[in-house]
């Protein structure tokens, strides 16, 4: 269901990024890109109106004509992006929060490992296992 | 209960192995030191990534100061910081009067020198986060 995910560290670089139609894929990362200063804007005291300032889930960032772009941030933050199809109108928004609580669950997982060291790019083939999940329903 | 002396036991070796396996003359520069402070941050951020998961978004250091104080620090030690202090101006100082990785040392002058070694590994798992933390901006 998602088209591609990614996981932005903390000094705004990507940790993991991966997106489904193996083509094009530039296009999706510089997606994920500009939607890095919505995040900021969402998250800063500014938009305090706009977001739950207590969820971690921040949820549609902005549509394009073909997709849509989910945010999250966690208390750490490390950012998760979403990018999603927009033809897809079956996904409702408490499936995008599970989603992301997988996410978050896999990260957090990630990070426990002793052989990770936070700041590099994220290899664990468990974390993989679950974004392909997430990502295999498209056809 | 049984499982805080497995920990103590094993957080004393851990320590004096990390002295015993410095070459010589390594003792008084800080080098054993960075290594330990560098266990317990790595150990911490794992720590913190588990426990933040859940709990709700912080606002502003004063919400991340609490979180440590209370839920951290009873978390990992069982018990609440007894005190924190701060200029208002990006220090804070945190007291804890019975800290429990040091209840065990007996209360003189002797171990003095080796309580400062333990303590070295276990609060920078704190101090440094909350360092992380602050500079998140």
Redesign the interface.
Known sequence: MAVCVAVIA?ENYPLYIRSAPTENELKFHYMVHTSLDVVDEK?SAMGKALVD????YLGLLYPTEDYKVYGY?????VKFVMVVDSSNTALRDNEIRSMFRKL??S??DV??N?FYN?GDRIQSRAFDNMVTSMMIQVC | MADEALFLLLHNEMVSGVYKSAEQGEVENGRCITKLENMGF?VG??L???F??D?????DELDIMKFICKDFWTTVFKKQIDNLRTNHQGIYVLQDNKFRLLTQMSAGKQYLEHASKRFHDSDLITSWYLFM?IN?K
């Open positions: 903390k998250i300032q207590r969820e971690l941030v966690t208390n750490s933050k978050h669950n990260y957090t990070m426990c002793p936070p | 790595r951020q794992g913190i990534e588990r933040t998961k709990t709700a978004r912080f606002k933390y998140f």
